[in-house]
């Protein structure tokens, strides 16, 4: 019966996304139903370029407030769709750009660099962005004797600190869907399978990382399985990403680290609500130009730090 409701839903969402003109964008953490639907699947930033690549004029996010954001600040010319008004990310909300404005205030010679995972008005007060896989690199293009403040993921930053080697100043934010993993788990899960490759986010804690063999982003983790030769995996990040792991390498074994890894925003996308966002064009995520403008300036400066690949 659900397979059946399925297919109609699916049917649906085909024909409004011809009529709408529009571009499907799922995030790696996505129910694995949305991800197969989708025109691109992936990391929020990578979803956002893309996306602009397009001639499409509307843009529907499967993911949360701050990804429809980052879309938005490079798509101003397209209708950004978040299917649920709802799907926030407790991480990007846990600073604001006020506290970020009093932060500054205390170290007014610091550049700021702000994690992708934040608004698009914490983006606007920041100099440079960054996602969890070129982090190191954007915090070792910059000038030596400048101090950091880094936002909002303390457990990025943590990372940072012990590549770089430079000292940061972090703001105590964390995603609970990564913290929730604990050294214990994967203990306990390596003990179970000690053939496989443990990979973690580097929003996991510490403890969990120095358990870990390898310290990804979500992107990286496709790109490392993808050329691994080993055919076992422990999972640690969002549950979501096994399913995209397994799609692309259907050979391998993908355990997740702790199936309470699960960030409920999320999942509050749905088939039905991808329908309703379709119809009623709802719910627009836009910026205003004001903060739009500076936010991507600090899109643009991570761009320009970063080596050509
Ligand atoms: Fe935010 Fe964590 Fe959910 Fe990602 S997994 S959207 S960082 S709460």
Partial sequence: MRCEMNGHLLERIKKLKAERNAVIL?????????????????????????????????????????????????????????????????????????????????????????????????????????????????????????????????????????????????WPGYCASHVVITEEDIKRVKAKYPDAIVMAHPECTEPVKQLSDQILSTGQMLRYVEKSTAKRFIVATETGMIYALKKQNPEAEFIAASDRAICPNMKMISLEKIVWSLEDMQYKVAIADEIRIKAKKALDRMVEVLPAK
Avoid: W
């Avoid at 429809?68 to 991480?91: H, Q, Y």
């Fill in 26 to 170: 799922a995030h790696n953490y996505q129910p694995g139903e949305i991800q197969d639907l989708a025109d691109f699947t992936g990391d929020s930033l990578g979803l956002s370029i893309k996306a602009a690549q397009t001639d499409a004029e509307v843009i529907v996010f499967c993911g949360v407030q701050f990804m429809a954001e980052t879309a938005a600040i490079l798509s101003p010319e397209k209708i950004v769709l978040l299917p649920d008004k709802n799907a926030g990310c407790p991480l990007a909300d846990m600073v604001t750009a006020e506290q970020l404005r009093q932060l500054k205030q205390k170290h007014p010679d610091a550049l700021v660099v702000c994690y992708v995972n934040s608004s698009a008005e914490v983006k606007a007060e920041s100099d440079y962005c960054c996602t969890s896989a070129n982090a190191v690199e954007v915090v070792e293009s910059l000038p030596i004797d400048k101090k950091i403040i880094f936002v909002p993921d303390q457990h990025l930053g943590q990372f940072v600190i012990e590549k770089t080697g430079r000292n940061l100043v972090l």
